[in-house]
């Protein structure tokens, strides 16, 4: 995790209301030179300051969007210059990744991670490769590994990722990249050739999307646990054998929020409603985060856009029961309640991202402070919490996105100047694609380098 420093009192003897309209003022104060992210699970009282909400990509594309391309020379475009993302930090990096060089991208808490992110260390990745490897070549496996990851993943197991052929993938397009990846990705199969996939860091939305891909879970998986190799367990605890008979080797790494929906929760609301005609039962929901187990028995699964669609769409007098973070089931369920759909949330669990709870408005207002001093010229004054990838993580972890991106969106998408290859970082994507709340014109992005935050710089080594 790293550091915050903790907030005057100050902050923190504000009430909400007063918090809300002093942030409030300094947006009218700062204008157009910024944009705030809210992702989907953060709490009404952050969501209601932000300018677009969604997930971790579709917020990255739409701050590319806003800043206005100013490209990797300098990001002198017309656009806001500073990007406060209230989500967690592998987000923060995703979007500095994503937008040009001159805009800063800022986590108003730090220590706002993601304990999902944190299970894949680049080190430990670059150990398990050599180790699959031998392994595999010593079963006289005649083929590749393609490694895959979750974009919930830092930038550094994004480039580790990039540097050897994969991609990364989102909760809505996993089935699709991990097809990529099993033709063989960039470079077409040849003629008695097998490809695995190594999935990271997500075991369970890695085996979810290999059940959806007709993968057998039982032999057609395996898990590696880099605790295991540490603790001096071969190969993460699987075996030779498994892995030469797996076409997904799954990275033992999980979501703490989503791993809380257990099979008995969906089962206690089966039996609860056992009387009832089918129709009117409750439908459950659930994202591909959660285990297999929950998935096998839910009606639904999918992305949290998904899920949003789908109550959104769902028919007046329907019952859900939703399992995904509390935060997004509380907001959708308010609003379905409008139009007489009754959504749950599946359990009574406190079921929330607390690392993302982090980042509340005492913390969003410091940041706006802090940036009407930088822009007023006060001595000494600095922008707060710069989020900086590496150049050379940047530079794979691109390669890696982009070939996520063209395989799933339009290939405007990716911006000017080629992205990672070209050697610009991607820009665009627009309001009008998006869930924005309200867009606001541009402002000239200044060129100015960013600040490398030496614990948010993910170095990448050759291995
Ligand atoms: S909900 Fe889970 S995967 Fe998402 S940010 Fe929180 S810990 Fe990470």
Redesign the pocket.
Known sequence: MLWQPALDDDYLRLTPAELGARISARRRELGAKLVILG?H?QTDEVIQHADFTGDSLKLSQLAAGQVGGGGAAGGDGDGAKYVIFC??H??AETADMLTPEGVRVILPDMSAG????DMADYEEAVEAWGLIDAALKGQGFKGRVIPVTYI?STAAIKAFVGQRGGAVCTSSNAQFVMEWALRGGDEPLKAGERVKVLFLP?QHLGRNTSAKLGIEVATGTVVYDPRKTARGEPLGGATPEQLMSATTILWAGH????KLFKPEHVLAIRAAEAELPRAERTKVLVHP?CLREVVELADLDGSTEFIIKTLRSAAPGSRWAVGT?VHLVMREAAEAAKRGVSVRILSECQCL?T??YRIDQPHVLWVLDELAKVELGVKGARVPNVVSVHPEARRWGLVALERMLRLSVPIELLGKGGGATGGAKAAGGGAENSGARGSRGGQRARGERPVESATAAAGVAED
Request: glycine letters at 4%; hydrophobic letters at 35%.
């Open positions: 992702h699970y989500g967690v592998f987000m993601c304990s999902m992110a919930n997500d979501c703490s929020v989503h985060e973070e991202c690392t993302m």
